[in-house]
Every structure is written in structure tokens, then in C-alpha cells.
């Protein structure tokens, strides 16, 4: 059995879609900045530098708009919360951190997070893999760890408890509780990129988060690969229970599989396809669809994974195994 | 060991927080004397809805609303603010709008809908720093008034009187020529 061919594509289409998103994080603010001296109709007074960013935008957004200072509302936000059109789109974690810092349910804002609880549902932590801004900048991290291994430094290769992650969780929740503000966002990468990057570009300097994300960025260099996702990440812990009964989940085809363990070594999450060990943390990114050699992994629909199926049919120790039973069968 | 650390963070974060009596009193501070966006909730209740997302700022056409790092304690991390004297709120209501969580409550633009809604702050005259009332007619903070003989209103000389409909946008503060300012606005929120 072949898996269908684009699979083996996907991941080049996450890279499509985490840079689409990333890069609509840095537009964004332009286009804020953009539409303030818009409203200030004051060219001339403008810097230099600014009447370059102008002159960009302006071209950038001539072609959808009428008035930018009106039009160019539709989009704004990030990914903890946005508005597109009108929809407005938050965080799960959002909505939870909000939950427990008010003790309270505020339901204009709760159902703003619907639809991403949504896909959660259906496909995990999508969220992690295809969207998350930090992903990007964290993926190209753990690339540069490789990098720095193979130039002969040492990196952080350390595994701890993947369960870690949900203590964060239930901390974040309770010190949002007990603070009465919502300090998940404080610790949430993806929040805090999304902010960072306004701030920088639309006011000029960081806050608090930058430091922190800095702190996450030399934690997954020097202490484990893709550490702060893997194992500390409060987003990620919730993204994990939403998707543990996820109905699109990758499996190993175990009659082409060969034991390369590639699948294993690509694994950005420390999974173990390998061995059919996805779980709820998979967050279907597809890099071992993509590595296999073989085309033995492919998506499947169910809602838990497939149990552990034995080593693969192509691989040395299956195939000596039934030398052997086939040995004795002749000799019977 | 990481791990211990990280915690460690996290346990004097906490400490700080909770104990929230030096958070109250460098709000007080002048230095730190600040407004919440236009029909925020009470301040208590705007932190628990506040989720940081910076649509408010990125909403603000007049770019008059910042965001606390952490000098303002730690609950107030990246909740926005707006510091009168250096770019006051014009009471465009985009805020609002695009504000998820209803922290910032949606008004619509219109004087009668605004002057119900709003309460920023009240506006105050420091009467031995007012040209004014020190014999120099100047009336700018009268001029600059977005609700002008509704909010503020001149007598003699052009001396301010500031009425019980202000609430707060902090446009008197900003245009105010005398260094230190003569009329400042009070935040209404503790």
C-alpha cells in the first residue's frame, strides 16, 4: 500500500505556511504604521526612513484598498487573538487563561476560540506544527543546533519528562487565577512573538516577553533540542488535550516500513514512529512522512493510534526472524 | 536543574504579584500616572479580561496607547496604557471595536454615547499654575477639548472650569502650554 503522494509534500507546505504566517506578523505592524500616517496626512513631515516604509506599504496595499485608514482594519491581531473580516479568533489558551483570571465566563470572548478548539479536535496540535510564529523561529533554532553539532560544538541534547508541560499549564492557570490577570500570555511563545514584533515595529523597543523568548531560544541550544515545546510549553500542554482524541493521525505502513529509524531522528518532538508511538503530542507536521525512504508512513483516520505492530517487514530483524520460521517449516 | 530554576521564576513571580500593595502604590506614582484605554473596564476587571493580544494598539490610529513591560507590576505585563501628556486619545472608539475580550468595551463614535460611556479619568486645574487665573489669557486646554462647553467651560480671562461630562481623553493635559502642566487628568481607575 502507497500513501497518497502529496503527503510526502506537506512539509514544504508547513514551511509555506509557517513563513505566510510569520511574515503577516511583521506586515501587520508595518501596515498599522502605515495607516497612522495615512490618518496624520502628513507626508512631508516624515523621516526619510519612515517615507520609505510608506512608499512600500503603499504599494504593497494600493491594489485592495480604497482608504487604508479604513479598509486596512479587516485584518489586525495575531495568533492569540485576531480579528479577520469581522471573525474574531483567539488562543484556547487564551480563552482558558482568561477563564481562570476572571472566574468567570465571558462568552463574546470564549467563542472566539471555537473554531481553533475545533481543529484541535480534528487534527491536534496543528497549531504547534502549521501556524505557531515561535515554531518558525524555533525550527530554524534546532537547524542551527545541527549545524553547530556538525561544526564539532556541543549542544543540548538533553531528554526530560514531557509531563512537565502540564504542570506549566496548571501553574500558568493557577498564578492567572491568582494574580487575576491573564500571565499565560506571559509565558506563551507564540503570544509573546506576536506582540514582540509590534512592539518592535509598531512603537519602537521590547518588552518583558523578548528576554523571556531569548531565555527559550538558548534553553532549546544548550539544554535540549526544541526543549521549550516539547516539554514546557503551557500552549502546547493544552493543544496536547485537546488533540488526544485528534481523527487525523499519522501511521507506519508496516509491510514497507525498514527500520531506518529516520522517521525517529527527524521526529522535532522526540516521537517515535518508529514504533508507532505518536500519542497526543504528535502534532502532525509531517517531517517523517517526508524523510521516509521507504513510504511507510501515511496519514490514517481514527482516534487513537494504531498499537504497536512489531519491526518492519523490510527491515533486517523482521525479515531474519522469518527466515527462520521458514528454515523450520522445510525442516519439518 | 533547569527545570528548579524555571520554577524559581515562576514562585517569585507569584510572590510579587500577590502581594499587590507596592503594584497600588507606584500607580500612584506621578511618574507612573496612567489611563486605560476609553471605556475600559474597572481596572480590577480589565486586568482578568485583558489577554495581551496589542489589537488595541495596532487599532489606534493616533498610536497614543503603549504597553506596560513590567514597571507597573507584574499583572500589568503588556496591558495597554495611555500617558495624556505625551499623546493623549482622540476618542476614536477603535479600541473597543476591535477589543476581543470586551475589556475594552465597544462604544459607538458619538458625543451623547461617549459621554455616557467613557470615564478615563476627570480633568483638574491647578489654579497657581494656570496662566489664566495668573492674569495672561490663554484658554488652550479649551480649545483642544474634543467636548467643548459640555466638558470644559471658560469664564473670565479664559479661566478653565472643567464640567462633570469629562471623562478623561487627556487632550486638555497634552496641549497644556505651562511646564509643569496647569491641568491634568486623574485616572478614575485606583
Not at chain 1, 506563551?188 to 514582540?196: H, K, L
Not at chain 2, 471658560?154 to 478623561?168: D, F, K
Request: include cysteine.
Amino acid at each position: 500500500m502507497k500513501p497518497f503522494f502529496l503527503w510526502r509534500h506537506l512539509n514544504k507546505l508547513r514551511w509555506v505556511s509557517l513563513s505566510v504566517v510569520f511574515a503577516m506578523l511583521v506586515l501587520l505592524p508595518y501596515i498599522h504604521v502605515y495607516q497612522t500616517y495615512v490618518a496624520a496626512h502628513a507626508y512631508d513631515l516624515l523621516a526619510p526612513s519612515e517615507q520609505r516604509v510608506f512608499d512600500v506599504m503603499e504599494t504593497l496595499t494600493q491594489p485592495f484598498t480604497n482608504d487604508p485608514a479604513e479598509d486596512l482594519d479587516a485584518i489586525k491581531g495575531n495568533t492569540w487573538s485576531g480579528t479577520f473580516w469581522g471573525l474574531k479568533l483567539s488562543d484556547p489558551l487564551a480563552a482558558l487563561g482568561q477563564m481562570a483570571a476572571g472566574l468567570t465566563l465571558y462568552w463574546p470572548f470564549l467563542l472566539t476560540a471555537l473554531i481553533p478548539i475545533g481543529l484541535s479536535v480534528v487534527f491536534g496540535r496543528f497549531f504547534c506544527g502549521w501556524i505557531c510564529p515561535a515554531t518558525f523561529i524555533y525550527e530554524l533554532n534546532s537547524n542551527l543546533a545541527s549545524w553547530l553539532r556538525w561544526a564539532g560544538l556541543k549542544v543540548g541534547n538533553r531528554r526530560l519528562d514531557k509531563r512537565i508541560k502540564y504542570g506549566v499549564l496548571a501553574i500558568g492557570i493557577v498564578l492567572s487565577a491568582a494574580t487575576g490577570s491573564v500571565l499565560v500570555a506571559a509565558i506563551y511563545p507564540p503570544a509573546i512573538i506576536g506582540r514582540e514584533l509590534y512592539y518592535m515595529i509598531g512603537i519602537g523597543g521590547f518588552g518583558a516577553g523578548a528576554m523571556f523568548f531569548l531565555g527559550t531560544l538558548l534553553f532549546d541550544l544548550l539544554v535540549a533540542r526544541r526543549g521549550f515545546c516539547r516539554y514546557l510549553c503551557p500552549g502546547g500542554a493544552l493543544y496536547s488535550l485537546l488533540g488526544r482524541y485528534r481523527l487525523f493521525r499519522i501511521r507506519r505502513i508496516v509491510e514497507t516500513c525498514n527500520d531506518c529509524a529516520k522517521c525517529n531522528a527527524v521526529c522535532e518532538f522526540d516521537l517515535d514512529p518508529l514504533r508507532d508511538g505518536f500519542g497526543q503530542e504528535c502534532n502532525n507536521c509531517t517531517a517523517c512522512i517526508a524523510v521516509c525512504p521507504t513510504d511507510a508512513l501515511t496519514f490514517a483516520v481514527r482516534i487513537t493510534d494504531y498499537p504497536a505492530q512489531g519491526p518492519g517487514h523490510l527491515g533486517r530483524r523482521y525479515r531474519g526472524e522469518h527466515e527462520d520460521v521458514a528454515g523450520h517449516e522445510e525442516a519439518a | 536543574m533547569k527545570r528548579r530554576s524555571f520554577f524559581k521564576v515562576l514562585g517569585a513571580g507569584a510572590a510579587a504579584a500577590v502581594s499587590s500593595e507596592p503594584t497600588r502604590a507606584a500607580a500612584n506614582r506621578p511618574s507612573l500616572r496612567y489611563l486605560r484605554p476609553p471605556c475600559a473596564l474597572e481596572e480590577e476587571e480589565f486586568l482578568a479580561h485583558c489577554i495581551n493580544c496589542g489589537q488595541c494598539g495596532e487599532a489606534c490610529p493616533n498610536r497614543c496607547i503603549k504597553y506596560f513591560s513590567l514597571e507597573n507590576g507584574l499583572a500589568s505585563i503588556d496591558t495597554p496604557y495611555i500617558t495624556p501628556r505625551e499623546k493623549a486619545c482622540i476618542l476614536c472608539m477603535k479600541c473597543g471595536d476591535v477589543c476581543p475580550t470586551g475589556a475594552i468595551q465597544p462604544v459607538p463614535r458619538e458625543a451623547e454615547a461617549i459621554m455616557e460611556n467613557v470615564k478615563m479619568g476627570h480633568a483638574e486645574v491647578d489654579e497657581s499654575l494656570c496662566l489664566s487665573y495668573q492674569g495672561k489669557t490663554c484658554g488652550v486646554c479649551y480649545r483642544a477639548c474634543p467636548l467643548p462647553d459640555v466638558a470644559i467651560r471658560v469664564g473670565r480671562l479664559e479661566q478653565p472650569h472643567v464640567l462633570e461630562n469629562c471623562v478623561g481623553c487627556g487632550l486638555c493635559e497634552r496641549s497644556c502650554i505651562q511646564m509643569p502642566h496647569a491641568i491634568r487628568i486623574v485616572p478614575s481607575h485606583g
